[in-house]
């Protein structure tokens, strides 16, 4: 049986673009689930062009008001120097929490996939805060071809994909 609709949900957060230059991704509302997995995947790129991510929370998909998520403190990364294909192990990386997320080197010069989980308790729920994006700061000065994908998971509600409910929606 399908896991999309009942299980989790996908959302693109940034088309697959040239990270080099700076990207900011939709606002997904975690209304319906239970948290979200981010997934960054991105093409070898120019060494020394390492990409910095930052997470924020906003209380509308619009992100009118949106403010830092401090929460970060650990992402699973796989990299390979040229393709994923023969990686199969994801590395576990911690960090101080922080709202910026910053693969060290040799980061910039390796294929890479990186996955984020924001639980939706994480966010300041007591002020109406349910939503989420992602932003890259566009670093370097050669092409990083990159997508990032929003995965929502537990979903309060279960449904054919068809009838999930627009989670880029307020």
Request: net charge negative; glycine share 10%.
């Amino acid at each position: 049986m399908l896991g999309l609709g009942r299980c989790y949900d996908l959302v693109v957060g940034v088309l697959p673009l040239d990270l080099q230059t700076a990207r900011t991704g939709d606002y997904v509302s975690l209304k319906n689930a239970g948290g979200v997995d981010i997934l960054v995947i991105k093409g070898a790129g120019t060494d020394g062009d390492d990409q910095t991510f930052t997470l924020q929370q906003a209380t509308v998909v619009a992100g009118t008001d949106a403010k830092d998520l401090t929460i970060i403190d650990e992402y699973w990364q796989k990299e390979a120097a040229t393709d994923l294909t023969g990686t199969g192990v994801w590395t576990r990386v911690t960090q101080t929490a922080a709202t910026t997320i910053a693969p060290g080197d040799p980061s910039a010069q390796d294929a890479a996939m990186y996955l984020f989980h924001v639980g939706a308790d994480q966010l300041d729920v007591d002020n109406g805060f349910d939503c989420v994006n992602f932003s890259n700061d566009g670093a370097g000065s050669a092409a990083q071809l990159g997508t990032v994908l929003y995965i929502l998971t537990d979903l309060k509600v279960s449904a054919t994909p068809a009838n999930l409910p627009n989670s880029i929606v307020d």
